[in-house]
């Protein structure tokens, strides 16, 4: 069984920055994705952020230039480094790793920007 825990979230004013993180029970490199999910009240759970097994990363249009993924192999994390926060960003964000199919989640980290 896989467990992914996420840390790193709170309050934060808009054009501050925040830095999650996720760490895994086992090795981040036998999965062929790792990425951040994002959930705000009444809306779907979508993707914000991916790293792949090669370290291609791609990005949700809305985050782009302003969010960065990144990984440490040996720690088994995965980083999620958010800049120039939005109070649209307002969410709890979700550590996803998969190798096919919906894969494993974390229980979610609670990120909340004031205007």
């Known amino acids: 069984q896989v467990q992914l825990v996420e840390s790193g979230g709170g309050l934060v004013q808009s054009g501050g920055s925040l830095r999650l993180s996720c760490a895994a029970s086992g090795s981040i490199f036998s999965f062929s994705t790792m990425a951040w999910y994002r959930q705000a009240p009444g809306k779907d759970r979508d993707q914000v952020a991916a790293?792949?097994?090669?370290?291609?990363?791609n990005y949700a249009e809305s985050v782009k230039g302003r969010f960065s993924i990144s990984r440490d192999i040996a720690k088994n994390r995965v980083y999620l480094q958010m800049d120039s926060l939005k109070p649209e960003d307002t969410a709890v964000y979700y550590c996803n790793a998969r190798r096919s199919g919906p894969g494993y989640w974390g229980q979610g980290t609670q990120v909340t920007v004031s205007s």
């Open positions: 790293i792949t097994i090669g370290g291609t990363t």
